[in-house]
């Protein structure tokens, strides 16, 4: 018998909403364990070179400094072993070498922060500074380039009867999450717990385990709420090493927090690329060959990659691929994952190319790509899961209002303002990973459930709480989702949109074995009214277990855990992952629509309206789901128009390494018609709950609908991100 569904799929609040704008939610920094110090990092201030003396004796003869930690006295680190962390990464204060500009090169601890940042102003570095290489368009890639080929894209493309040679360019990105990176870590004997800004536990437990040289079960990581993240919290980054590091010198737990500006070199961003694209089709628009040359950059000393390269592989039946993905070594932190991480990226240039061809040929953008529809993942052979792209399309369209767009640009004008509509496809892939949840339901009918995951700011305690709600057959408000400790059952990185296919389906895997191991001590209860009754005949709902049918011949949890003198049921629900050989190939797909006006004397852009239309499967909470679409359409509109991090190459300084020069989207720059729609569907290929994961894929798409609707403005065709005044006068 189905299990009743009342919390899945309904708008609900934010299980931790009042703890969050109460602000009685405690993120890392705000740790303050007894005895606690404070950690400031001096920064280099050349971008390459070596470390020729460090003069402490200023900083150290200030009350209140315990110690100034460098290479020239850290403890050596254990070599590391095995594929985690990677052995190239940055180590803390292990040699004197200086790989980029702002790396740590010393740390100064004192009782008090202002003491701490104060004697880190006073700590004296010299160097010998030799000449940076950070402009990814004047230097050469590494000599092993990432390819892929089907067919002869050259050969096909001299025999196309279109042809378009088209070259993109994106500025690197930074993730500027509300919560800056922080950690507080504490040493007790062997044992070290870190208070850490991360959404993987795990993977900061198997980086600190590694980085000392001792056993996981002697690291703890605590991270029960995360204040954004956008990639940025996923890996574990050298600041956090040496605060363990300071921690366990000075013998006392040590809190150190990056400033806005330290988080440009600190923890990573969405790194440049430069996009050769060449197109080739037939009179009707239907592809036959494309070619990609991708440049990016990525650190001098670890190599980076994304999968940027999927969505020109994948997303439109081309019977002719050929591709290339060179790293550009730059004298710069290591790039990491951002939102959409290389899907976002790789979208740009397919879409604009798309929009390119439409135009050329004189076909509707969305016609366009109905006619190179494909059948199968041509990529590798696979059917799909599920794919309902036609149907964004066609939903998007009567959302979004398509038929009024007029295909010759710069025909639309209100005033000063033209008026452009573009639209874009976006897919991403559908991460699933091994995770687990405990179970624990209480005599007086609550429930407890825990995983070691994460919650960056989807919501991911409410959705749980929903999945675990509807399989015991209790009300929200009986069950408490716990998360973010390391000692709670293994879950894979909150990244990827993985975490709900996975927890998800762990919670849902433990809540039925639960509930099933409730109704089993029912039927064989002499004294229980279900005594004797089928089991499969059982439902729970409101707490009550019950015949479907006869909803008076029931009790309660309550009423069978005490007759029974039991103080609580456990189980422990798992998700196994992908079987390791699909069967078939597994996206979310996405149909973005954009209405701009651009202003014909400034060149200034302003999105006016926006739509969404998303194929991810079972939606579990639509409020949370809307509040990821429209975040994501912020963000996206931020990449198409704003965001552009600056860089000196003279030295490799971030010139706009603050939030008054770096631009991100405020009030003023968003419209408030910016609507999600969800393409009804499940996706049980995938996983056990139909889900397809939505945090990602929201985001792709959103830039080059952004600019194909300039283009449909203006005529002018921007192929740099992002698009400014400059680049339209």
């Given at each position: 018998m189905?299990q009743?569904?009342?919390?899945?799929?309904?708008?609900?609040?934010?299980?931790?909403?009042?703890?969050r704008?109460?602000?009685?939610?405690?993120?890392?920094?705000?740790?303050?364990p007894?005895?606690?110090?404070?950690?400031?990092l001096v920064?280099s201030?050349v971008?390459r070179?070596?470390?020729?003396?460090?003069?402490a004796?200023?900083?150290?003869?200030?009350?209140?400094?315990?110690?100034?930690i460098?290479h020239?006295n850290?403890?050596?680190?254990a070599p590391?072993?095995g594929?985690?962390?990677?052995?190239?990464?940055?180590?803390?204060?292990?040699?004197?070498?200086?790989?980029f500009?702002?790396q740590?090169?010393?740390?100064?601890?004192?009782?008090?922060?202002?003491?701490?940042?104060?004697?880190?102003?006073?700590?004296?570095?010299s160097?010998?500074a030799?000449?940076?290489?950070?402009?990814?368009?004047?230097?050469?890639p590494a000599?092993?380039?990432e390819?892929?080929?089907?067919?002869?894209?050259?050969?096909?493309?001299?025999?196309?009867?279109?042809?378009?040679?088209?070259?993109?360019r994106m500025?690197?990105?930074?993730?500027?999450?509300?919560?800056?990176?922080?950690?507080?870590?504490?040493?007790?004997?062997d044992?070290l717990?870190?208070?850490?800004?991360?959404?993987?536990v795990?993977?900061?437990?198997?980086?600190?385990?590694?980085e000392?040289?001792?056993?996981?079960?002697?690291?703890?990581?605590?991270?029960?709420?995360?204040?954004?993240?956008?990639?940025?919290?996923?890996?574990?980054?050298?600041?956090?090493v040496?605060?363990?590091?300071a921690?366990?010198?000075?013998?006392?737990?040590?809190?150190?927090?990056?400033?806005?500006r330290?988080?440009?070199?600190?923890?990573?961003?969405r790194?440049?690329y430069?996009?050769?694209?060449r197109?080739?089709?037939?009179?009707?628009?239907?592809?036959?060959a494309?070619?990609h040359?991708?440049?990016?950059?990525t650190?001098?000393?670890?190599?980076?990659?994304e999968?940027?390269?999927?969505?020109?592989?994948?997303?439109?039946?081309?019977?002719?691929?050929?591709?290339?993905?060179?790293?550009?070594?730059?004298?710069?932190?290591?790039p990491?994952?951002?939102?959409?991480p290389?899907y976002a990226?790789?979208?740009y240039?397919?879409?604009?190319?798309m929009?390119e061809?439409?135009?050329?040929?004189?076909?509707?953008?969305?016609?366009?790509?109905?006619r190179?529809?494909?059948?199968?993942?041509?990529?590798?052979?696979?059917?799909?899961s599920?794919r309902?792209?036609?149907?964004?399309?066609?939903?998007g369209?009567?959302?979004?209002?398509?038929?009024?767009r007029?295909?010759?640009?710069?025909?639309?004008?209100?005033?000063?303002?033209?008026?452009?509509?573009?639209?874009?496809?976006?897919v991403?892939?559908?991460?699933r990973?091994?995770a687990?949840?405990?179970?624990?339901l209480?005599?007086?009918?609550?429930?407890?459930?825990?995983s070691?995951?994460s919650?960056m700011?989807?919501?991911?305690?409410?959705?749980?709480?929903?999945?675990?709600?509807?399989a015991?057959?209790?009300?929200?408000r009986?069950?408490?989702?716990?998360?973010?400790?390391s000692r709670?059952?293994?879950?894979p990185?909150?990244?990827?949109?993985?975490?709900?296919?996975?927890?998800?389906?762990a919670?849902?895997?433990?809540?039925?074995k639960?509930?099933?191991?409730?109704?089993?001590?029912?039927?064989?209860?002499?004294?229980?009214p279900?005594?004797?009754a089928?089991?499969?005949?059982?439902v729970?709902r409101?707490?009550?277990?019950?015949?479907?049918?006869n909803p008076?011949?029931?009790?309660?949890?309550?009423?069978?855990?005490?007759?029974?003198?039991?103080?609580?049921?456990?189980?422990?629900?798992?998700?196994?992952?992908p079987?390791?050989?699909?069967?078939f190939?597994?996206?979310?797909?996405?149909?973005?629509?954009?209405?701009?006006?651009?202003?014909?004397?400034?060149g200034l852009?302003?999105?006016?309206?926006m739509?969404?239309?998303?194929?991810?499967?079972?939606?579990?909470?639509?409020?949370?789901?809307?509040?990821?679409?429209?975040?994501?359409?912020?963000?996206g509109?931020?990449?198409?128009?704003?965001e552009?991090?600056?860089?000196?190459?003279?030295d490799?300084r971030?010139?706009?390494?603050?939030?008054?020069?770096?631009?991100?989207?405020?009030?003023?720059?968003?419209?408030?018609?910016?609507?999600a729609?969800?393409?009804?569907?499940?996706?049980y290929?995938?996983?056990?709950?139909?889900?397809?994961?939505?945090?990602e894929?929201?985001?792709?798409?959103?830039?080059?609908?952004?600019?194909?609707?300039?283009f449909?403005?203006?005529?002018?065709?921007?192929?740099?991100?992002?698009?400014?005044?400059?680049?339209?006068?």
């Open positions: 189905s009743p569904q009342a919390a899945v799929g309904a708008s609900v609040d934010r299980v931790d909403a009042r703890l704008v109460t602000g009685r939610a405690k993120y890392a920094a705000d740790n303050s007894d005895g606690v110090v404070h950690a400031v920064d201030s971008g070179g070596r470390i020729t003396g460090i003069d004796r200023a900083a150290l003869a200030q009350p209140g400094v315990l110690k100034v460098s020239l850290a403890p050596k680190l590391l072993q594929w985690w962390p990677p052995p190239d990464e940055l180590r803390a204060f292990q040699e004197d070498r200086v790989r500009f702002g740590p090169v010393a740390v100064v601890v004192a009782t008090t922060l202002e003491t701490a940042q104060h004697a880190a102003s006073l700590v004296k570095v160097y010998d030799q000449p940076v290489s950070t402009d990814i368009g004047a230097a050469d000599d092993d380039p390819t892929y080929t089907r067919g002869d894209a050259d050969a096909a493309m001299k025999t196309a009867d279109v042809k378009l040679d088209l070259a993109y500025a690197r990105n930074h993730h500027n999450p509300m919560e800056t990176a922080g950690t507080v870590a504490h040493w007790d004997g044992q717990t870190l208070w850490e800004k991360t959404n993987w795990g993977g900061a437990v198997m980086t600190m385990a590694a000392f040289g001792m056993p996981a079960d002697k690291v703890r990581i605590i991270a029960p709420v995360v204040g954004g993240g956008f990639g940025s919290a996923g890996p574990t980054w050298v600041h956090t040496i605060t363990a590091i921690a366990r010198e000075v013998k006392r737990p040590v809190k150190l927090a990056l400033t806005r330290q988080t440009y070199f600190g923890v990573g961003y790194p440049a430069e996009y050769g694209l197109l080739g089709s037939d009179r009707r628009g239907r592809l036959t494309s070619a040359d991708v440049r990016a950059e650190s001098s000393y670890q190599t980076f990659s999968r940027v390269l999927v969505p020109g592989r994948m997303l439109y039946s081309t019977p002719n691929v050929r591709q290339v993905y060179e790293h550009v070594p730059l004298d710069v932190n290591t990491t994952n951002m939102r959409g290389g990226s790789g979208a240039p397919v879409e604009s190319a929009d061809l439409a135009h050329e040929l004189g076909v509707d953008p969305i016609e366009l790509r109905l190179n529809e494909p059948a199968a993942d041509e990529s590798n052979g696979l059917p799909f599920t309902r792209l036609r149907e964004c399309y066609r939903v369209a009567h959302e979004f209002g398509w038929h009024r007029n295909p010759e640009p710069r025909s639309t004008r209100e005033g000063d303002w033209l008026i452009g509509m573009g639209m874009a496809a976006g991403y892939d559908t991460m990973s091994q687990q949840a405990s179970f624990r209480d005599a007086d009918g609550t429930a407890l459930v825990q070691a995951t919650d700011g989807p919501g991911t305690a409410t959705s749980m709480t929903q999945v675990a709600a509807d015991l057959g209790l009300t929200m009986q069950v408490t989702f716990r998360l973010g400790d709670m059952p293994p879950a990185g909150h990244f990827g949109s993985q975490t709900m296919a996975s927890v998800g389906s919670v849902q895997d433990g809540g039925d639960l509930r099933k191991q409730a109704i089993n001590l029912a039927v064989k209860d002499e004294g229980s279900l005594y004797g089928d089991p499969a005949d059982i729970v409101g707490g009550r277990l019950y015949v479907k049918g008076a011949r029931g009790e309660t949890y309550q009423r069978l855990l005490a007759r029974n003198n039991l103080t609580h049921l456990e189980a422990v629900g798992s998700y196994a992952g079987s390791g050989s699909e069967k190939s597994y996206y979310a797909y996405a149909a973005t629509f954009a209405e701009v006006a651009v202003d014909a004397t400034l852009v302003r999105v006016r309206r739509v969404g239309v998303y194929d991810a499967g079972r939606i579990i909470s639509p409020r949370l789901a809307d509040s990821q679409a429209i975040g994501a359409m912020v963000g509109i931020g990449q198409a128009l704003l552009h991090t600056v860089t000196d190459h003279r490799g971030i010139v706009n390494a603050n939030l008054a020069d770096y631009l991100v989207p405020v009030h003023a720059d968003i419209p408030a018609d910016l609507k729609t969800y393409i009804d569907g499940q996706d290929e995938a996983d056990p709950i139909g889900v397809k994961g939505l945090g894929i929201v985001i792709v798409g959103v830039a080059p609908a952004v600019a194909n609707a300039v449909n403005a203006t005529g002018r065709r921007i192929r740099e991100l992002p698009i400014t005044p400059e680049a339209l006068l």
